[in-house]
């Protein structure tokens, strides 16, 4: 009887303890889920196996990419060859400090190796230009992962104003180039206030740029539109041009006249764009089937006509400057004709942030430029307007131009980008209010 009596006791209070310790975890859930509901940062995410310790084993093979000082922080398995192969991606970090709330280390790089006939890894990227280097507050080291014969490497930075960026590399003509790029800024102090995030994914592959607002999680603004650029080059011959072709082939992309387009026939353009320093060159082929004298490719400056007190940027009025070429070349072609317009980057709007005796003044320059193709037909009044400032969404967003400096092609190779310190191809998504000006 007493042994019996003893039993329930003892099994009461281990039921009260369990219950105890539900109530504890549940509460410190509670917690954690309400402390992320605050300050819920919107990082991007990844997938790669990141590393907690410096001190946690790796593969055996993985070692021979190690020099002294260096560890490694994350890394992924997957197939680069579309073979099935069993290829890697690194991120190694020198001289790393991790702890609870910080992962520093002096230098960091990237190491891509494929796995060769002989059954071994044979290493094709050594890069430290696209990796953030020194301290990562908080919010954890660079890590990398495989997907779709793409290597992924996503890092974030910053303090106040701190920014999230996946990086798409891929193998492409015979080397590794950087195929996209997703960046997403938000300012850290005014998180659960204005709480603004923008989020900008940019195609080097086709030039289309993807874009959005948000305020409070919630999307305000949503852009999506061509992007022509100008990779530079010491000579510029025909038939050597380093940029995708910007084609422009969709009713969406027409500024005015869509109603009465009879489709690519009618008209539709691909836009080519190469500098070498002192001249911008573009090369505009025109898909049109009844040509007429006043047929023609302009390219335009957009500047602010007015702006309301309130800063409402769907409120500001623009208005379109045409500029002169220093040389235009037409030749007719099979169902349209091309043309060559050459421009001096010595005068405006160029000469200013491109000072030639002294060279560029940052790696990558965004101008509000938009190249626009005229079109008219026999017998009738009406102007169709085509555009990269349009989209396949149907946004009015400006598209411009972005002249390159050290990058010879597009995709551009990954020895040719550095992406990680400041003046890099997407700089411009940093301000987020204004960059949507354009």
């Given amino acids: 009887m ?34 992320e509901d605050v300050l819920e940062i919107p990082f991007l995410k990844s997938r790669g196996t990141l590393l907690n310790s410096t001190e946690e084993k790796v593969p055996l093979e993985l070692r021979k990419f190690l020099q002294k ?35 520093a280390a002096d230098e960091r790089k990237l190491i891509v190796a494929m ?29 990398v992962s495989i997907e779709q014969g793409c290597v992924i490497l996503h890092q974030n930075g910053g303090t106040r104003l701190r920014t999230s960026e996946l990086i798409r590399l891929k193998r492409s003509k015979g080397y590794w180039c950087v195929a996209s790029v997703t960046s997403r800024a938000f300012d850290y102090l005014t998180l659960g206030s204005d709480d603004y995030t923008s989020t900008t994914m940019r195609d080097f592959c086709t030039g289309i740029v993807q874009a959005t607002l948000e305020k409070k999680h919630k999307v305000i603004q949503r852009q999506e539109y ?32 869509a109603e009465s387009w009879r489709g690519p026939t009618d008209l539709s353009a691909t836009i080519k764009a190469m500098h070498n320093g002192t001249e911008l060159t573009l090369l505009v082929s025109v898909r049109d089937d009844d040509v007429q004298p ?12 007015s702006e309301p007190a309130d800063l409402d940027v769907s409120k500001v009025t623009w208005f379109d400057q045409v500029l002169m070429p220093t040389e235009r070349t037409r030749t007719m ?83 040719e980008v550095d992406l990680g310190q400041p003046g890099n191809l997407h700089d411009d998504v940093i301000d987020i209010p204004s960059w949507f000006e354009f």
């Fill in 2 to 35: 007493r042994s019996a009596f003893k039993q329930h006791i003892c099994h009461k209070r281990l039921a009260l303890i369990g219950m105890l310790f539900v109530f504890a975890f549940v509460m410190n859930g509670a917690s954690a889920s309400k402390t």
């Fill in 69 to 103: 000082g260096w560890t490694i922080r994350s890394y992924q398995y997957g197939d680069l060859s579309g073979r099935k192969t069993r290829d890697v991606a690194i991120v190694l970090a020198k001289n790393a400090h991790v702890d609870d709330v910080s992962d």
């Fill in 115 to 143: 796995r060769g006939a002989d059954g071994k890894l044979h290493k094709e990227v050594d890069a430290s230009n696209l990796v953030f280097n020194g301290a990562q507050p908080q919010y954890g080291s660079p890590d």
């Fill in 226 to 257: 061509i992007q022509v650029y100008a990779p530079e080059r010491q000579r510029l011959p025909s038939g050597e041009w380093k940029a995708p072709d910007v084609v422009l082939n969709q009713r969406t992309n027409l500024e005015q006249g």
């Fill in 294 to 305: 006043n047929d023609r490719v302009e390219l335009l400056e957009r500047t602010k006509k």
């Fill in 333 to 415: 072609i099979p169902g349209g004709y091309q043309e060559k317009l050459v421009y001096d980057l010595r005068e405006p709007p160029f000469e200013e942030r491109n000072p030639c005796e002294n060279g560029p003044t940052e790696k990558a320059m965004y101008f509000p430029l938009k190249v626009t193709i005229y079109d008219t037909d026999k017998g009738s009044q009406a102007i169709k307007v085509l555009s990269p400032s349009r989209s396949a969404r149907g946004s009015a967003a400006m598209g411009g131009i972005m002249l390159l400096w050290g990058v010879r092609a597009l995709p551009p190779k990954v020895s």
